[in-house]
């Protein structure tokens, strides 16, 4: 397992979850790591990604209600999400994306953690 995450599980409308990422020793000089999630039927979505030099950018669905942050020498990525909705239950993968001089980019996903949302 490259990215590993922890996290999802059940909330209530309105309530909050956190999601976290690690990137393990077989990925290095990360250039950006974020979230992306699918709804049943749906295709996957991007939720948040932030790159190493600080800067995030959010799907407008959850902009004002998602927090994400990284911490590059962890290669680590957290994903606060408060206000959540029923329409926010879907399956949530980590993402990285990497640069390496020789081999270019690769990008990396991470198995997919569950979120539900419902009362």
């Known amino acids: 397992v490259q990215l590993q995450a922890s996290g999802g599980g059940l909330a209530h409308p309105g309530g909050s979850l956190g999601l976290s990422c690690a990137a393990d020793y077989g990925i290095s000089s990360i250039i950006s790591m974020g979230w992306y999630r699918q709804a049943p039927g749906k295709q996957r979505e991007l939720v948040a990604i932030i790159t190493s030099g600080g800067s995030a950018d959010y799907a407008d669905f959850v902009k004002g209600r998602f927090t994400i942050s990284g911490d590059n020498a962890k290669k680590m990525v957290t994903l606060q999400m408060i206000g959540l909705k029923p329409e926010d239950t879907a399956v949530y993968y980590c993402?990285?994306?990497?640069?390496?001089?020789?081999?270019?980019?690769?990008?990396?996903w991470g198995p997919g953690t569950l979120v539900t949302v419902s009362s």
């Open positions: 993402y990285a994306k990497s640069h390496y001089s020789v081999l270019g980019e690769r990008e990396y």
